[in-house]
């Protein structure tokens, strides 16, 4: 289809998949930082447990940049919308595997009252992501969180040294 693709190349099969951008948002006043509480069929399909926490995070479309992608995910999946002027910082970039072309983003937002302003969350239309919701944790459960995934658990372990705890 138009989302993967499998490509020989030096006598190997790889995927080609397209980038993502993927954050954890920092809300500073509340003391809060976001997950998303996320039915993945994929997990479901090898573990059966249908809901997993994970951090927000979304395909970079088509002509997009990892910023817009963020900027567009983040007001789809946790209803927050940044101020025009707000800039975002990305790690380096990392691929997912060795067998994959694709990269992740990362980055982590944080965020004061005069940096965004929340809407309701609109989705992106799909049955996972109607099925998910964000949910805002208090940051002393940081080292309760139960991850599923090696992306969330990496960018769990950065925000905690961002933390310094």
Known sequence: D???DIV???DWSI?????YAVCIIYLIEEDQFI???????TFNFVDKQEYHLTVLSGTI???ETADQTIIRE?????????SADFKIEFMKPLFISKGQTSKYYPCIITLTEKDYHEVIAKTDGSKAEKLSKSIKLDKKYINSV???DMITEFMIEKFKRYLNI
Do not use: C, M, W
């Not at 995927?15 to 980038?19: A, F, G, L, R, S």
């Not at 997950?35 to 069929?41: F, G, M, Q, V």
């Not at 983040?74 to 940044?82: H, R």
């Open 61 to 63: 479309e088509d002509g």
């Open 74 to 82: 983040i007001e789809e999946e946790a209803g927050i919308v940044l």
């Open 146 to 148: 139960n991850t599923s």
């Open 2 to 4: 138009d989302f993967i």
């Open 15 to 19: 995927i080609k998949q397209p980038d």
């Open 35 to 41: 997950l998303r509480h996320e039915y993945i069929p």
């Open 8 to 10: 020989k190349f030096d």
